[in-house]
Nanobody
Framework: QVQIVESGGGLVQPGGSLRLSCAAS????????MAWYRQAPGKQRELVAS??????????NYADSVKGRFTISRDNAMNTVYLQMNRLKPEDTAVYYC????????????????WGQGTQVTVSS
């Protein structure tokens, strides 16, 4: 069994900052990609940022709407990914979900996708 647990959401004023954390635990072989998605009311879930396995700097990818404001990083030893969100805007309000693409210990394939339960981020004055 694999668990994905997010934390760090909350209410923040426009221009403020929040740091989200996501930890993967359980029967894990290797984690290949960890990513943050978000879903605002009435909208589809969208990719915010992703980071591929490797160094903590890793290969990263960002949605255009968050480039220059959000930073994704990863602690491979702890199977944890972070999302530092700066200069937050009201349009960043959404439920943020963590996703991990991983394999089981016995074999590098197949790979599985797991989701966390989500954490609410509200940007409002």
């Amino acid at each position: 069994q694999v668990q994905i647990v997010e934390s760090g959401g909350g209410l923040v004023q426009p221009g403020g900052s929040l740091r989200l954390s996501c930890a993967a635990s359980g029967t894990i072989g290797s984690i290949y990609v960890m990513a943050w998605y978000r879903q605002a009311p009435g909208k589809q879930r969208e990719l915010v940022a992703s980071i591929i396995s490797g160094t903590s700097g890793g290969n990263t990818n960002y949605a255009d709407s968050v480039k220059g404001r959000f930073t994704i990083s990863r602690d491979n030893a702890m199977n944890t990914v972070y999302l530092q969100m700066n200069r937050l805007k009201p349009e960043d309000t959404a439920v943020y979900y963590c996703n991990a693409i991983l394999s089981r210990p016995a074999s590098p394939t197949p790979r599985y996708s797991y989701w966390g339960q989500g954490t609410q981020v509200t940007v409002s004055s």
